[in-house]
């Protein structure tokens, strides 16, 4: 008796699933992407500190900057402490710990970084950290 031998057919290489697979990876990674120096405002010249130490960006965090004259600009946007306060509530409502980095002119009045952080706290943001630059090496 003859038996006929059936070799499956050579197994091809298929690109399309892999270039599927490479889209979708290159999607999630622009969308997670976080665009961390945009929300620095270049106007806002910060406090110098000789201790403290570059603590790395948290997920989700919002950077509000202070500017000399007491403005408030937060992702390149101007606010009053009116809708500073509203826009924090929102943030809070989807994320009981928002973080906030508090970006403040070196020459700004106290008095202004305290009613931010005021309308902050009024809001129910507890998480509230400080920017400071590095001292110029002589």
Same mark, same amino acid.
């Given at each position: =008796?003859?038996?006929?031998? *059936? &070799?499956?057919?050579?197994?091809? +290489?298929?690109?399309?699933? =892999?270039?599927?697979?490479?889209?979708?990876?290159?999607?999630? +990674?622009?969308?997670?992407?976080? =665009?961390?120096?945009?929300?620095?405002?270049?106007?806002?010249?910060?406090?110098?500190?000789?201790?403290?130490?570059?603590?790395?960006?948290?997920?989700?965090?919002?950077?509000?900057?202070?500017?000399?004259?007491?403005?408030?600009?937060?992702?390149?946007?101007?606010?009053?402490?009116?809708?500073?306060?509203?826009? =924090?509530?929102?943030?809070? !409502?989807?994320?009981?710990? #928002?973080?906030?980095?508090?970006?403040?002119?070196?020459?700004?009045?106290?008095? *202004?970084?305290? !009613?931010?952080?005021? !309308?902050? !706290?009024?809001?129910?943001?507890?998480?509230? &950290?400080?920017?400071?630059?590095?001292?110029? #090496?002589?």
């Amino acid at each position: =008796m003859k038996f006929n031998k *059936h &070799s499956a057919p050579p197994a091809g +290489f298929q690109l399309a699933p =892999m270039i599927d697979i490479v889209f979708l990876l290159l999607a999630f +990674f622009i969308v997670t992407y976080q =665009m961390t120096d945009q929300e620095k405002d270049l106007e806002v010249n910060l406090p110098t500190a000789e201790e403290g130490k570059a603590k790395p960006r948290t997920y989700l965090e919002k950077v509000i900057n202070i500017h000399e004259d007491g403005k408030v600009v937060i992702d390149k946007k101007p606010y009053t402490l009116d809708e500073l306060q509203v826009k =924090m509530g929102n943030l809070v !409502r989807v994320n009981k710990n #928002q973080p906030i980095r508090v970006r403040g002119d070196a020459k700004t009045d106290y008095e *202004h970084i305290v !009613r931010v952080i005021d !309308r902050c !706290r009024k809001a129910g943001v507890w998480n509230i &950290s400080f920017a400071t630059g590095v001292p110029k #090496q002589r």
